[in-house]
């Protein structure tokens, strides 16, 4: 946990930010594998670690939002827990550690709400904390996501996007053991090795630093599959790996990174053409970032040298712009440029995507591809970014595609067909926006042909 200051200050910014009623935040509980006492390993909902910051099961906190006032509720382990699972700091320690006001069991909590007008919560996911919102608050089931408070919505996601230094500091620190398990997958990988082998070499460094995943690690022959976590294949000669894997800090903040690198150290011409047509895609977005900067037109740029490159390979032809006005690069960079990094790795888009992406100005649009991009609405100072394009060559899509002949005056089918070996490749940073421009986070952690190329030597 931050010093108790941090979640004083972050709840009197909520306080101050929504003025009147009461906000209650619920803990997550342990869920169960197969039976009761065998459980998933814990991850606590990322609004309750923003503001309150303990990483336990079973706790609520209630704020009073004109008195600025934090009640933490939470139960003491009985003799029985600590006999199965150990002693913990008491739930005192606990209450005083993120500055609440006065602590009580969490057998409390449903007395202290009844009658209570305007209780505030953020939209629940997790099956077993609707079941506990129906029962404290007499919300039919049906209507607990209906009842989420919009205002408050609005008000954390203003002040989560905006990442103070200890954040950054966090993120900062789990890319450094990010860094670890990318140069690890590089340093282990050669044909003949199948790639759970190496996901188990990067999970060893995981532990061994005592933090968690952010995500499960995507590491992958088939880099055409956007999120494959299967790793049963065989690696083979002339293979390209797409590793897309990131560590959380010690206080929970993530960090996502996707590196590409061929099987045997060496790229080929191909893989060298395709893989510098995405770095120039993200380097050139790179350029741009800073505050007041449309995150949807960062993708389009990133569209067009993608575009640009492929009609120049032969892939692709006829004009540019009519390209990206009908979505053709859909066809090979089927998602977004990126989106929000802190607490969670897609940041608070339990919130709703279309609430921490977008804006009353800037709308998701419906075209295939772009309509995947979960960030499109203007930067702002604070804000921390991934910005991940990629090409990818999708045998599925292509045969779709061609089949409906789509776009067929713009895409070479028969050229684009003698790449559906190919796979994929994307390429994936880490960025801060500041007051004037934008800070790569990750940018010590290998990319180029030449540092790859050197560490798989």
Request: charged letters at 25%; glycine letters at 6%; hydrophobic letters at 35%.
């Amino acid at each position: 946990m931050f010093e108790a200051p941090v979640y004083i200050n972050r709840r009197k910014e909520l306080c101050n930010n929504l003025g009147t009623g009461f906000i209650l935040f619920l803990g997550h509980h342990n869920s169960p594998m197969n039976f009761s006492h065998n459980v998933y390993p814990f991850i606590q909902d990322t609004n309750f670690l923003y503001y309150i910051g303990v990483n336990m099961p079973s706790c609520a906190c209630l704020i009073d939002v004109e008195k600025n006032k934090t009640i933490f509720y939470m139960n003491e382990k009985t003799v029985h827990d600590i006999i199965w699972i150990g002693k913990t700091k008491s739930v005192k320690s606990w209450g005083d550690h993120c500055g609440a006001d006065e602590i009580k069991p969490l057998s409390d909590l449903s007395k202290d709400l009844h009658k209570k007008k305007n209780v505030m919560f953020p939209p629940i996911f997790r099956a077993d904390n609707k079941l506990q919102i129906n029962e404290l608050l007499d919300i039919s089931l049906n209507d607990v996501e209906k009842k989420s408070s919009v205002s408050l919505i609005n008000a954390i996601i203003k002040q989560r996007s905006v990442k103070s230094s200890e954040e950054i500091a966090e993120i900062k620190s789990a890319l450094k053991i990010t860094n670890l398990i990318h140069q690890k997958s590089m340093t282990s990988t050669s044909p003949g090795k199948y790639e759970y082998e190496i996901v188990a070499e990067m999970e060893e460094i995981i532990k061994s630093n005592s933090v968690n995943l952010a995500y499960p690690i995507i590491f992958t022959k088939n880099g055409q599959i956007l999120h494959n976590s299967i790793y049963n294949n065989q690696i083979k000669d002339g293979d390209l790996l797409l590793n897309d894997s990131g560590a959380n800090s010690l206080l929970h903040y993530a960090s996502d990174i996707t590196r590409t690198f061929p099987a045997n150290g060496k790229f080929t011409t191909q893989q060298k053409e395709i893989y510098l047509i995405v770095q120039e895609m993200q380097e050139t977005v790179l350029k741009h970032l800073k505050p007041g900067v449309s995150f949807l037109e960062m993708h389009k740029l990133s569209a067009l040298i993608g575009i640009k490159r492929l009609n120049e390979l032969g892939l692709l032809k006829g004009s540019y712009d009519e390209a990206l006005e009908k979505g053709v690069y859909g066809l090979f960079y089927p998602h977004g440029l990126g989106h929000m990094l802190g607490l969670d790795v897609h940041d608070m888009e339990s919130l709703g995507e279309d609430m921490v992406g977008y804006s009353d100005a800037i709308k998701r649009e419906a075209e295939f591809g772009i309509s995947f991009l979960r960030l499109g609405k203007n930067l702002e100072p604070g804000f921390c970014i991934t910005v991940e394009p990629g090409i990818y060559f999708i045998p599925e899509l292509y045969n779709q595609w061609v089949n409906e002949k789509r776009h067929a005056h713009l895409i070479n089918y028969e050229k684009f067909e003698t790449y559906l070996n190919f796979g994929g490749i994307r390429i994936e940073d880490n960025i801060f926006i500041n007051e004037l421009d934008s800070e790569n986070l990750s940018s010590f952690i290998p990319k180029s042909i030449s540092e790859i190329e050197s560490i798989m030597s």
